[in-house]
């Protein structure tokens, strides 16, 4: 397409092309510290094309599309075109990876040791990734957590942080404005907001560690923590995962271990900060 930009994030390198200017721009604005090799053999293609030639022109309309893609999906306005192309990638992943076991999570480091996050939209597992991110912990992944099938780590995939609604003042309040995306409103979840992870996070990006804690985070109740039978981390982590079934055995087997190893917790918060206590005092339990 007329408009494009290889970029790689983690272990997977993305081609994105558009049939605007804005939302290529948006990107290499954003993504700046970001290795960009123009050369690279891409694992995936993102296209944000017109729905129609009209479209192109008289209110632009945007259908994700690439290597992978979903016939129904609903078109976007351009207005939204960084969104479109963050869900792109997130489309190629979840239909297409197969290196690694793709659980829907976020995930921080501290100490050599990595804590994973999963929950249902909503749950605050975005914002408490990118708290912990600018208070010592090494942001890892907002979207996906990586597992390596064969050594139990977890891989980096340091994406921008999609941020939604009361989360966004939260998080703009903690990193400023240089490191926050344009306000893209009224989505179909709201106001939205990226964030840039800090430039270590974009450094270590090769390197990654082994879980040591698991979390369910439950953002909006009373703080509470509760530990989580095994039978029930297995199934929610398979409900978690965009290529388990597609994966097979190996699969099987890597969830297993992980099951097995990693401590859990469930817990419950009113606030980011009440959170970070509750994690730090976790951290050091398990220490």
């Given at each position: 397409m007329r408009h494009q930009l290889t970029l790689r994030i983690g272990p997977a390198t993305f081609r994105i092309g558009s049939a605007w200017p804005a939302p290529i721009a948006q990107l290499t604005s954003l993504y700046a510290t970001y290795p960009q090799p123009a050369d690279a053999i891409a694992d995936f293609t993102v296209r944000l094309q017109p729905t129609s030639l009209v479209r192109r022109f008289i209110h632009p309309s945007i259908f994700i599309t690439g290597d992978h893609g979903l016939a129904d999906a609903a078109p976007m306005s351009l207005s939204h075109g960084l969104l479109a192309a963050e869900m792109g990638m997130n489309l190629q992943m979840a239909l297409g990876w197969r290196r690694h076991l793709l659980l829907h999570a976020s995930s921080v480091e501290k100490d050599g040791r990595v804590l994973v996050m999963t929950g249902e939209s909503g749950s605050g597992k975005s914002t408490l990734a990118a708290l912990l991110g600018e208070r010592g912990w090494r942001f890892m992944g907002d979207e996906f957590a990586l597992l390596d099938l064969e050594s139990g780590a977890i891989l980096p995939f340091p994406r921008l942080v999609s941020l939604k609604n009361r989360a966004i003042g939260v998080v703009a309040g903690e990193v400023g404005a240089a490191r926050m995306g344009p306000l893209l409103a009224a989505t179909a979840k709201g106001d939205i907001r990226h964030m840039v992870p800090r430039a270590d996070?974009?450094?270590?990006?090769?390197?990654?560690?082994?879980?040591?804690?698991?979390?369910?985070?439950?953002?909006?109740?009373?703080?509470?923590?509760?530990?989580?039978?095994?039978?029930?981390?297995?199934?929610?982590?398979?409900?978690a995962s965009t290529n388990y079934?597609?994966?097979?055995?190996?699969?099987?087997?890597?969830?297993?271990?992980?099951v097995r190893d990693v401590p859990a917790r469930a817990i419950d918060f009113p606030t980011g900060e009440e959170a970070i206590a509750m994690v730090e005092r976790l951290w050091e339990e398990m220490a």
């Open positions: 996070a974009v450094a270590h990006m090769g390197q990654g560690a082994m879980p040591a804690l698991l979390l369910f985070p439950r953002f909006g109740h009373a703080a509470d923590m509760r530990a989580v039978g095994q039978a029930e981390i297995f199934m929610r982590l398979t409900q079934v597609a994966l097979g055995e190996p699969a099987f087997t890597a969830l297993t271990r992980f």
